[in-house]
């Protein structure tokens, strides 16, 4: 079945450092891939997306580009800031509209 | 303002007391989808539906059961919680009619705790 892999948190850095965070997936066909992010007390919300190889998804400063070759859709930004602080979660939808998440990576920027 | 409300946000209560944790969406989505969110473990779905009257089981189905009687609603059951439902759980939408492979709208969340 389909699957998303993520690395593991959290992953601590301070103000303006370079952030990436890991994501891989196996899937059938050709899905179109996704990152959430969840702030402290609240729902999940769509960060990006791309839905073809090569696509560049891109908001708030990040970024992820859609690697069909490595089957993966790393996020990064540039220079984080602590109000980026959050859990985030790569995921996928293939097919059909019932989505694959990863297990969702933690985010912790210190001044 | 298009939005999945959930309510309670909170809920304290004791085992086997019977409860409804209830989800309505306002953008006329077909889909609906139930999740709940442990640390280290992710989020896991629970129940989903695809349109009113369909339902099917998630990855962790035990203990709840959904309806879908009407498009915009999509409550949670628990007939006789235990503490191992004890969890922060989502409802999510989306809709097939935008394309395939739209993303999730999710809620602001529900924590139940089972005492």
């Known amino acids: 079945g389909d699957s998303v892999t993520q690395m593991e948190g959290p992953v601590t850095l301070s103000e303006e450092a370079f952030l990436t965070i890991n994501c891989t997936y196996t899937?059938?066909?050709?899905?179109?891939l996704f990152w959430y992010v969840q702030y402290p007390g609240e729902g999940l919300q769509l960060l990006l997306k791309a839905t073809k190889a090569d696509d560049k998804g891109s908001n708030k400063g990040f970024e992820a580009t859609y690697r069909k070759e490595t089957t993966s859709f790393h996020l990064e930004k540039g220079s984080v800031q602590v109000s980026d602080s959050a859990v985030y979660f790569c995921a996928l939808s293939a097919g059909s509209y019932i989505p694959t998440f990863g297990r969702g990576t933690s985010l912790i920027v210190h001044p | 303002e298009a939005q999945v409300t959930q309510n309670p946000r909170y809920l304290i209560t004791v085992t086997g007391k019977k409860l409804t944790v209830t989800c309505s969406q306002n953008m006329n989505h077909e889909y609906m989808s139930w999740y709940r969110q442990d640390p280290g473990l992710g989020l896991r779905q629970i129940y989903y539906?695809?349109?009113?009257?369909?339902?099917d089981k998630g990855d962790v189905p035990e203990g709840y059961k959904v309806s879908r009687k009407e498009k915009r609603n999509f409550p949670l059951i628990l007939e006789s919680p235990s503490p191992n439902q004890t969890s922060l759980y989502f409802c999510?939408?989306?809709?097939?009619?935008?394309?395939?492979?739209?993303?999730?709208?999710f809620g602001d969340g529900t924590r139940l705790s089972i005492l």
């Open positions: 999510a939408s989306s809709s097939p009619g935008q394309g395939v492979n739209q993303p999730q709208h």
């Open positions: 899937a059938t066909g050709y899905p179109s």
């Open positions: 539906s695809m349109n009113v009257e369909v339902t």
